[in-house]
């Protein structure tokens, strides 16, 4: 019997339409700033795909192209007048940063009324003590994920593995509201015989960012596998020169998982519709202001 996929390309498309529909119907329009430093060919990537969602969504989206060398203060400058703009609800800024700009300080002059990536130690605060604030993209698609999957994680094992401050440690947050009430334990590279833990999981959040960290052998029959890592694997046969890989091994969990999220078409389409989402929310708060 082999596992049911869940499908975020499903789930994304279905939640997009209804993020359509209200947008239309807002006296405002949303307004998304993306800003990028640099030309890293992935991240200029995701700028198109999040510019592109946006304007499908109805909503105005604004790229802002600095170059590689741009300074500190120019681009905090930038950011103090997206926070002060009417016309933009939500300010993103494109990771990994040119190495000489602080990622710290450039995230935290982000209004947090307009952090829609949720990356800002204020919602990351608001997130942690159960306040209304918004939520990290990837964490909260992953919820929808489960919710989409029919998964009640009430009183359920749930194992994290990768404690980064974007995905793990957020995940590992929000699966242990009591609205979800799932047990949670979180695993990195400190803990001993990670199988150990895996094997008893109701379900596993893998984001390591290392292909084949989760193989079959460490699953419980029947337990649902979330992927979240996106890996390039080489592959001549592909005319890129790659191919995407998740950080579960899919050959052999899918066989032992009763349903696992594919790579690609998982958790990634999620977290471009989690940020649309927190746009269109951000926008709705300044409509009601
Ligand atoms: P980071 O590199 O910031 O964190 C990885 C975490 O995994 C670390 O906590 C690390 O532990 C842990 N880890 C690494 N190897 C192992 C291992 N063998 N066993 C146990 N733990 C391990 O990555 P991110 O959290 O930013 O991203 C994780 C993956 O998810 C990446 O592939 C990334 O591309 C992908 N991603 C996908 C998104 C999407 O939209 N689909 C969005 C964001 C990320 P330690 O802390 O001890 O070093």
Partial sequence: ?????????????????????????????PGLAVILAGDNPASL????????????????????????????AELLGTIRELNADAAIHGILVQ????KHIPEK??????????????FTAINTGRMLIGEKCFLPCTPHGILKLIEFAGMDLAGKHA??????????????ALLSRKEVNA???????????????????????????????????MLKPGA???DV???????????????????ADFESCAPVASAITPVPGGVGPMTITMLLWNTLESAKLHAAR
Wanted: aromatic share 4%; glycine share 10%; charged share 25%.
């Fill in 159 to 172: 194992v994290v593995v990768g404690r980064s401050n974007i995905v793990g440690k957020p995940v590992a």
């Fill in 183 to 217: 047990t949670v334990t979180l695993c990195h590279t400190g803990t001993r015989d990670l199988g150990f833990y895996t094997r008893q999981a109701d379900v596993v959040v893998a984001a390591t960012g290392r292909a084949g960290t989760l193989t079959g052998d």
């Fill in 105 to 118: 300080e450039v995230i935290e002059a982000i209004s947090p009324e307009k952090d829609v990536d949720g």
């Fill in 45 to 72: 990537s995701y700028v198109k795909a999040k510019e592109k969602a946006c304007q499908e969504a109805g909503m105005y989206s604004r790229e802002i192209r600095l170059p590689g060398d741009v300074s500190k």
């Fill in 229 to 247: 890592g996106v890996n390039r694997i080489p592959d001549s046969t592909r005319p890129s020169g790659y191919r995407l890989t998740g950080d």
């Fill in 1 to 29: 019997m082999g596992a049911k996929i869940i499908s975020g390309k499903e789930l994304s498309a279905k939640l997009r339409e209804e993020i359509a529909r209200e947008t239309a119907s807002l006296p405002v329009k």
């Fill in 95 to 98: 990771l990994p940063l040119p």
């Fill in 224 to 226: 649902v596998v979330i």
